[in-house]
C-alpha cells in the first residue's frame, strides 16, 4: 500500500469528471491536445482520447466514412455556437442540444461529436446512424474508453436531448460498467459511492474502481500496490482504478 495526497483541485480533473448545468467546470486545465484526424487538423481533443479514438475507428475500418466534426472548444467558442443556434433555432432547439459555455464537455478535450461522411455535415445535429459502418463503431468503442454520452432516455438526467452523435471518452473500465449497466454520466459516481465495482476486460485484465469524497484542503488516500488511475469526479470527490493481473 502506499499513501499520496491530493489537493482539492484535483477533484474537479480527469477523464471522469462530470460537466453540465448543474456541474459547471471549475478548473481549466491547459490540456495537451492533438488532432486525432490529420486530414482535420482543426478538430482537437485531449491527446490519450485522441490517440485512442484512432485506435477504435481504425479497428472498424471506418476512416473513409466516419469524420470527426467538432472536438475539444474553448469558452470563447461554445459562447459564440451558443449565441448563434439562439440566433438561428431559437432558446428551445439551442437548450436542447448546445451546453451552456463553461458547461460543455467540448471544453474539456473529451468530448468528440462524429458523423457518416457525407457532402454536407450539420455542424450541430451530424448524422451518426445506429447502422452500418457507425454501428460497428458502437459495438467496439467502449473497449477504447468511450461512451454515447447522451442517449434516448437519459434526457431528464443530462439536460441534453439525445445525441447519437456525441461521445466521451472516460476511460476504461468505465465505459463498459456504464454500458453492463445502463448508466448515463450521470448517475455513475453515485454508483461507484454505493459499493467498489470490480469488471474484466475483453483482454483479460481485471480491474476494480471505487470512490472516495474529497476530505478538504487535501485528501489523503491510501492506494493499493500495483497500477492505479485516478480521476475526479467534479462531484465531491475521486474515483479510483486499480488494475488488477489478466484473469
Known amino acids: 500500500m502506499r499513501t499520496v495526497y491530493l489537493p482539492r483541485e484535483s477533484a ?66 461554445q459562447q459564440q455556437i451558443w449565441d448563434g443556434s439562439m440566433a438561428e433555432n431559437g432558446e428551445d432547439f ?14 474539456t478535450g473529451l468530448a468528440i461529436d462524429l458523423a457518416l461522411a457525407a457532402e454536407e455535415i450539420d455542424f450541430i445535429r451530424p448524422d451518426f446512424p445506429y447502422g452500418g459502418i457507425c454501428g460497428e463503431f458502437r459495438r467496439v468503442c467502449t ?4 461512451i454515447e454520452r447522451y442517449r434516448r432516455g437519459k434526457e431528464e438526467l443530462t ?23 445502463g448508466l448515463c454520466l450521470e448517475e455513475y459516481s453515485a454508483f461507484i459511492r454505493s459499493a467498489p465495482r470490480s469488471c474484466t476486460m475483453p483482454g483479460g485484465q481485471t480491474a476494480r474502481v471505487f470512490h472516495v469524497p474529497c476530505a478538504g484542503e487535501t485528501t489523503e488516500l491510501l492506494l493499493p500496490d500495483g497500477c492505479c488511475q485516478i480521476s475526479g469526479d467534479n462531484d465531491g470527490g ?10
Not at 439551442?94 to 471544453?107: D, F, I
Open 12 to 77: 474537479c480533473t480527469g477523464p471522469l469528471v462530470l460537466v453540465n448545468s448543474a456541474h459547471p467546470l471549475r478548473v481549466r486545465d491547459k490540456t495537451a491536445l492533438c488532432a486525432p484526424d490529420e486530414s482535420r487538423p482543426g478538430v482537437l481533443m485531449e491527446r490519450q482520447a485522441a490517440r485512442l479514438l484512432q485506435e477504435c475507428i481504425r479497428k472498424t475500418g471506418g476512416w473513409d466514412m466516419i469524420v470527426p466534426v467538432s472536438g475539444w472548444r474553448s469558452y470563447t467558442e
Open 94 to 107: 439551442t437548450r436542447k442540444y448546445v451546453a451552456l459555455p463553461g458547461c460543455s464537455e467540448h471544453q
Open 143 to 146: 473497449a477504447y474508453g468511450f
Open 159 to 181: 439536460g441534453i436531448a439525445a445525441e447519437p452523435w456525441h461521445f466521451r471518452y472516460v476511460g476504461a473500465p468505465h465505459a463498459q460498467l456504464m454500458e453492463e449497466n
Open 238 to 247: 475521486f474515483i479510483v482504478t486499480a488494475w488488477g493481473r489478466s484473469a
